[in-house]
């Protein structure tokens, strides 16, 4: 199911994806987006934003657990490759559109964004923080994997590289990294524990709604 117009930009870099993700960080990505997911339990109801390809599907089907999970990716040809995963114990209805314009008819128990707050910066980061916390209930759950701001030049090299080709490629306004933690606490969550990975550039963090 469609709500809204895919994107061209992720679409064209949809076949070859991963095969960048897993060239330039190995499988520090991975490893991060799947380091919560043993926080997940029977028949919760799941929203993933941003999943991409849909390589967190095979992890969260390994739980061997029955999970509902609406899959909403801005990418046709991203939802596309997420669908192939033959799973188990997944209930999955997949959907193709902006985060923005999607109106869920329930609260989600858990929302997992695997990489995808780094497109926002400012004021456009603020809103759609906002519009994500009001898809999760009280005490739900959001499971934030993302790319950490450091003083290591490396780091902040890759972030420059990054940001230069995925705006010539998508079109993103973003153009640094922003403070994601502090914006999510704003909005009625709490920090409860998180985890560094590839020396502190990349962060996952569980946030509990209060």
């Known amino acids: 199911m469609a709500v809204g117009e895919s ?66 990716d801005a990418s046709k040809q991203m939802v596309r490759y997420a669908s192939r995963y033959p799973s188990k114990n997944l209930d999955i209805y997949f959907m193709t559109g902006k985060a923005e314009n999607f109106k869920p008819t329930e609260k989600y128990d858990i929302l997992i964004t695997p990489f995808f707050l780094d497109q926002f910066e400012g004021s456009d980061l603020e809103k759609i923080i906002f519009t994500l916390s009001g898809f999760i209930r009280k005490q739900g759950i959001w499971i934030v994997t993302d790319f950490n701001k450091t003083e290591k030049f490396r780091h902040r090299f890759l972030v420059k590289c990054m940001y230069h080709f995925f705006k010539f490629f998508t079109g993103i306004k973003a153009g640094k990294l922003s403070d994601y933690a502090y914006l999510i606490e ?25």
């Not at 994107?7 to 070859?16: E, R």
């Not at 599907?57 to 390994?62: A, C, F, K, P, V």
């Not at 998180?194 to 709604?209: A, P, R, T, Y």
């Open 7 to 72: 994107h061209k930009g992720y679409d064209l870099l949809a076949p070859v994806y991963d095969t960048l993700v897993k060239f330039v960080f190995k499988n520090q990505l991975y490893h991060a987006q799947n380091y919560y997911l043993n926080r997940l339990t029977i028949d919760q109801h799941i929203l993933i934003v941003g999943g991409g390809r849909g390589k967190i599907l095979e992890t969260m089907d390994q739980q061997n657990i029955p999970l509902k999970i609406t899959y909403l």
């Open 186 to 210: 704003k909005y009625e969550f709490t920090l409860v524990d998180s985890k560094q990975f590839s020396d502190g550039f990349i962060k996952s963090f569980l946030c509990v709604k209060t």
